[in-house]
């Protein structure tokens, strides 16, 4: 080191006090980071760099030497041992063909496109009369998807259904963007509705998005597949 003679004694003011938290790291210390991290696998790199007393990025630059990275905790369904092959019978059956873009109005629909169309039937038992599964044989021809129905759908499985992956969840960003005084300003749910609808390529990338869940689903054995997209 420059600041040091001969000796090995430091010259006076020729080291200017460094300010901050440390940066270079003893094994002793790295020791201390892994084994917190060891210790508490959840914990957070800024609570570690907290309890060694160096740098956030001195914490995140030894775990990445050591392929530790991390994570955000997600809550799952809980998928049962029939529910694997199901999920893997559904996405195979999804994946061939081609999809086609389907007009916001129905009418609307050259007829070829409309012999493409797949329709997602809920379970609910006002919608599982015989009356309704007969209309949806004579209109959708093992072409829907629901319990009673030619297609199954997988049971626990709402990484496999946009309406949850994707719709919901977006709905309710936009509809709670700023705050809901009172039950007429739910309203807002009309036009925020709209505004998803009337965005230009978004349902295009939803369907990108499904086959491609379809598809990390198939490789994952049926398994959870968040982690692969």
């Not at 990025?57 to 809980?78: F, G, I, S």
């Not at 978004?202 to 990390?216: A, G």
Request: overall charge positive; hydrophobic content about 35%; some cysteine.
């Amino acid at each position: 080191m420059a600041g040091l003679c001969e000796g090995g004694n430091e010259h006076p003011g020729s080291l200017k006090a460094s300010k901050g938290r440390p940066r270079s790291t003893t094994p002793e210390v790295q020791e201390e980071i892994l084994e917190a991290v060891n210790m508490t696998p959840s914990i957070s790199t800024r609570r570690v760099a907290l309890q060694v007393m160096f740098s956030h990025t001195t914490v995140w630059r030894l775990l990445k030497e050591y392929q530790l990275c991390p994570y955000h905790l997600q809550r799952v369904q809980a998928l049962s041992p029939a529910d694997y092959p199901a999920r893997v019978r559904f996405c195979v059956h999804k994946l061939p063909g081609k999809h086609h873009t389907v007009p916001h109005v129905l009418e609307d629909t050259p007829l070829i496109n409309r012999q493409h169309i797949h329709f997602l039937h809920d379970g609910a038992p006002a919608h599982f009369s015989r009356t309704a599964r007969r209309y949806l044989d004579r209109r959708f021809p093992e072409r829907w998807i629901g319990r009673g129905g030619q297609i199954a759908w997988p049971p626990r499985s709402p990484d496999l259904n946009p309406l949850d992956f994707y719709l919901w969840g977006h709905l309710k960003s936009l509809v709670y963007s700023s705050p809901v005084p009172d039950l007429e300003s739910l309203n807002r749910i009309v036009a925020c509705s709209e505004n998803i609808r009337d965005t230009p390529g978004v349902w295009d990338r939803v369907r990108r998005s499904m086959r491609h869940r379809c598809e990390v689903c198939i490789q994952a054995g049926g398994g959870h597949f968040e982690h692969l997209l």
